[in-house]
């Protein structure tokens, strides 16, 4: 076989493995997409992958109490002390309709560390109701979904724990 052979079958199983990507990623359903979206969102906050967090936050963010600076600048605070954290959810509801969605879920978190990380844990273990993740599909793209809100009704922050 020469070179020129090669690099065409190798181009070629490479446009079969983008399109069938391309079909099962763009197919998927809005439910299936902002799923995947949410699991990359814990996943970003296990790691504290700060970046790909706000990445994902949107500028309009609102839960009633913070925006978006102050909720990205809560979540720094409040999970940075971790030197291992895992985050579990136990998703109880979904509801997608025309690109804005809810995912309600249970969360255990687990994990050791300095600061508020004795608190954040206590506080999660606590908390028996679900949060609700509010998304927002901002583009065409399977990945363009956004957090608008997240809020859980039995959080209790006490006064001057997210301060600096």
Not at 2 to 25: E, Y
Not at 53 to 74: E, H, I, T
Not at 92 to 98: C, G, I, L, N, Y
Request: glycine fraction near 8%.
């Amino acid at each position: 076989m020469n070179w020129k052979r090669i690099v065409l079958v190798c181009a070629g199983l490479l446009f079969v493995w983008v399109a069938i990507w391309a079909i099962i990623t763009f197919s998927a359903s809005e439910e299936t997409q902002m799923l995947k979206q949410q699991q990359r969102f814990i996943t970003a906050l296990e790691q504290r992958k700060w970046s790909r967090v706000d990445s994902m936050v949107c500028n309009d963010y609102d839960d009633g109490g913070l925006d978006a600076g102050g909720v990205k600048a809560a979540m720094r605070q409040a999970l940075g002390g971790f030197f291992a954290l895992s985050i579990t959810p136990e998703i109880t509801k979904v509801q997608v309709v025309h690109g804005l969605g809810v995912v309600q879920t249970r969360l255990k978190v687990e994990g050791n560390g300095a600061g508020l990380s004795a608190m954040v844990v206590a506080e999660a273990r606590r908390i028996k109701k679900p949060w609700f993740f509010h998304w927002h599909k901002r583009g065409f793209w399977p990945w363009s979904w956004e957090l608008v809100q997240i809020h859980n009704d039995e959080l209790v922050v006490p006064p001057g724990a997210l301060e600096q």
